[in-house]
């Protein structure tokens, strides 16, 4: 099963991941004949409070993105009612730091927009438990390290 | 705003969409395409038919499902909730 293990920061699981259009997207641009934004390299933190993978809108604006969805969300900054949330279609590849795995990749990935992250978190996005769905985790508190085999 | 119609479009047509319900419905401006098993098939379908013009996908639920994240973030949000 391929997997990595990285090592625990002060922050907790971080790991830098990529964000690209979705598949779909890339196909209906290159059909339209528009260029194809570049995947952009983004520090995540893996995150099981999150139910939802969650980006900053710098990310998604450089990809150009417009929403195709619309989720409630409730966060500790919301208050006790959830708000409404754009969601937006992106692919996202983590690669392994072992070179004879292959990447862990998700062609189309629903995530939501999420102001504060670079000002307050120090990261630009959240990995949540739908792409944990995918995903066996260990978090090795003694070793200092955390695992993800997919 | 962005997709504020789909989403109107999605309200009103909830009595009906409730049939499939868990499926995603793809909405365009006020019509419902088609309702898919998954997000992938409903987000592939959405850019086959409507390119880069806007387009919702949405899953079915009779009472809107909320996810929960634990950090102090701030949605962003073109659409009013």
Known sequence: MPHFTLSLTQQGAILIAVVGVSAARASALKDANLPIPKYEKVTAMVDTGASSTCIDPSVLLALNLTPTGSVLVKTPSTGLQPVSADQYDVSLIVPSSDTSHVPLAIATLPVICCNDFLQSQGFHALIGRDVLSHCILIYNGGEMTFTIAY | ?81
Not at chain 2, 5 to 28: A, W
């Open chain 2, 1 to 81: 705003m962005a997709l504020e119609k789909e989403l109107e479009t999605y309200k009103m047509k909830l009595p009906e969409l409730m049939k499939d319900e868990g499926k995603f419905v793809l909405i365009h401006g006020d019509r419902v395409i088609d309702t898919f098993a998954s997000y992938e098939d409903a987000i592939k379908e959405g850019y086959k038919g409507f390119g880069i013009n806007p387009f919702l996908v949405k899953q079915i639920h009779s009472i809107e499902q909320v996810q929960f994240i634990s950090r102090p973030l701030i949605p962003c949000s073109t659409y009013p909730s």
